[in-house]
C-alpha cells in the first residue's frame, strides 16, 4: 500500500491512535496482474454522493487458504445475509 497517496485530511483521531477509512472493491475478474480488487481511501459519505472518489492506494489478491473458499467473496451484499440464514436454519432463503 502506498501511504503516501492517502489524503492526511481524511485522517481521524481515535481513542487509541490515528486513523484512515479505507474500501477494498473487488472485480467480477482478475485484472491483468491477476489482482481481484483495490483498495482506496475513503472520502466520506458526501463527497462520494458528490461525486468525489478516493485515491487507490493498493491492490487485492485473493490468497486461497486451506480453511477459506476458493474464490474471493462477491459484491453481492445478499451473499453474507443468505450464508447466515444457511448457518441458522441450514437453508440459504433469506427469512425476512
Known sequence: ????????????EGQKGVY???TILLRDEPD????????SQDVGKEARLA?????IVGNVKWIKRDDQPSAPPTNDPGDSYRAAAAA???SEDIPF
Do not use: R, S, T
Request: aromatic share 12%; hydrophobic share 35%.
Open 88 to 90: 441458522i436454519n441450514g
Open 51 to 55: 461525486g468525489e472518489k478516493g485515491p
Open 20 to 22: 484512515a477509512n479505507l
Open 1 to 12: 500500500m502506498d501511504v503516501k497517496k492517502l489524503q492526511k485530511h481524511l485522517f481521524f
Open 32 to 39: 491483468q496482474y491477476d489482482n481481484d480488487g483495490f483498495i
